[in-house]
């Protein structure tokens, strides 16, 4: 019976007429009310359990393996798609595990949301960085934060993917911020500015180019290379630059010409005869 209010969640929402994006952490609290007070530390809250399940059941985990098929356009429909971005001890050192709780109890009440006629079904992802660093390195992610897709039907080649990108406060965040987001509620993911830089994951330079998983791997590379790996490399190339400069500067010089010949000594005028000998030898 501890359960019972958390499963009956989405029936609920969809029952309601009113904007419910307000009500949801009232009712998340309202199930934690028949939660016992005298839960032993150390013990996992039981509403908390019942959340992650329902959400691993229900949200797409993204790797860099499928992201593509999961998340390009479709030749029949348009899709919406909200991929929660976090990480563990490596990525986010930790400071991730609150908003993941609060993303599990926003997934019940993201699913349960009214679709109105002709609007894209929404579909939930979740990356794991700590488990896809090169795709989270690739797309230059923050953490945490939600990537909000508008994909387009496949049939129109020339339409582009919009993407905002929502990032969360460490502590501030609640399941209003995150169930407001969609298109379906509140639409708050318009009040981030659209994303058309270079890593955009479909219409960026380097998507363009079949670059982005590349670079992933290579900034990937360069973030887990040890420092003093860096620093030989630094100096290696420093000293291959001025070895080249040097050599520039000496190849540089106006050569100087053949060494000109020494100019031979004259041979010594020979000796006047004296004049005795002279006279002799008439």
């Known amino acids: 019976m501890h359960f019972a209010s ?15 994006a307000d009500q949801a952490q009232a009712w998340f609290n309202k199930a934690k009310e028949f939660i016992p007070g005298n839960i032993p530390s150390g013990t996992a809250n039981p509403v908390e359990v019942a959340a992650a399940k329902f ?12 992201w593509e098929r999961k998340l390009s356009p479709k030749p029949d429909t348009e899709e919406e798609w909200m991929v929660y971005m976090t990480g563990g001890n490596k990525t986010c050192f930790g400071r991730c595990d609150e908003v993941d709780k609060v993303w599990n109890e926003s997934v019940p009440l993201l699913v349960a949301l009214p679709q ?11 990356v794991d ?12 992610v923050t953490l945490p934060s939600v990537y909000h897709f508008m994909v387009p039907k496949k049939s129109d080649p020339q339409a582009k993917t919009p993407l905002h990108i929502i990032p969360f406060n460490f502590t501030s965040t609640t399941t209003t911020t995150i ?16 994303y058309t830089g270079l890593l955009h994951p479909f219409d960026g330079l380097l998507a363009k180019f079949g670059l982005q998983q590349p670079f992933g791997y290579v900034m990937w590379g360069l973030g887990i290379m040890p ?14 630059i001025m070895s080249r400069r040097m050599q520039g500067g000496r190849n540089g010089e106006p050569p100087a010409g053949p060494a000109a010949p020494q100019a031979q000594a004259r041979p010594a005028p020979a000796a006047a005869p004296a004049a005795g000998s002279a006279k002799k030898r008439r």
């Open 6 to 20: 958390l499963l009956l969640l989405p029936a609920l929402v969809a029952a309601q007429q009113v904007p419910f």
């Open 55 to 66: 959400a691993d059941a229900r949200v797409d985990r993204i790797s860099i393996r499928n």
């Open 116 to 126: 109105s006629a002709g609007s894209p079904p929404l579909r939930l992802g979740w």
């Open 129 to 140: 960085c700590d488990k896809e660093s090169v795709l989270c390195t690739g797309w230059a």
């Open 179 to 194: 169930v407001g987001i969609p298109s379906r509620s509140k639409s708050t993911y318009l009040g981030e500015d659209e």
């Open 227 to 240: 420092s003093w790996v860096m620093m030989i490399g630094i100096s290696f190339i420093s000293r291959q």
